[in-house]
Nanobody
Framework: QVQLVESGGGLVQAGGSLRLSCAAS????????MGWFRQAPGKEREFVAA????????YYADSVKGRFTISRDNARNTVYLQMNSLKPEDTAVYYC????????????????WGQGTQVTVSS
């Protein structure tokens, strides 16, 4: 079992930045590649970014490429999502998730999920 707890969400103006964190516990963190997903009101949950076990490889959705950066600190059992140049369309609940496979953007390939953190971008 892996427990994931996200933090760092909030309200920010368009063009601003936020850094989300996801703290993992319960199993060896480096067993898993990690991903971030998001779900906007009335929409399906979608893939945002993924990072390999070592942190050496990353994978992004086209909609966030060049603006968001995923990283991990294996010593702290934490994965991060640095979000810059935020847009109102980035407003969503953001979830982190853990998977054995990499790179994957399909939700069903992720085994563990956090509870989510709200990000709201005002125009």
């Amino acid at each position: 079992q892996v427990q994931l707890v996200e933090s760092g969400g909030g309200l920010v103006q368009a063009g601003g930045s936020l850094r989300l964190s996801c703290a993992a516990s319960g199993h060896t963190f480096t067993t898993y590649a990690m991903g971030w997903f998001r779900q906007a009101p009335g929409k399906e949950r979608e893939f945002v970014a993924a990072v390999s076990r070592s942190g050496g490889s990353t994978y992004y959705a086209d909609s966030v490429k060049g603006r968001f950066t995923i990283s991990r600190d294996n010593a702290r059992n934490t994965v991060y999502l640095q979000m810059n140049s935020l847009k109102p369309e980035d407003t969503a609940v953001y979830y982190c998730a853990a998977t054995i496979a990499f790179p994957v953007k399909r939700q069903h390939e992720y085994d563990y999920w956090g509870q989510g953190t709200q990000v709201t971008v005002s125009s």
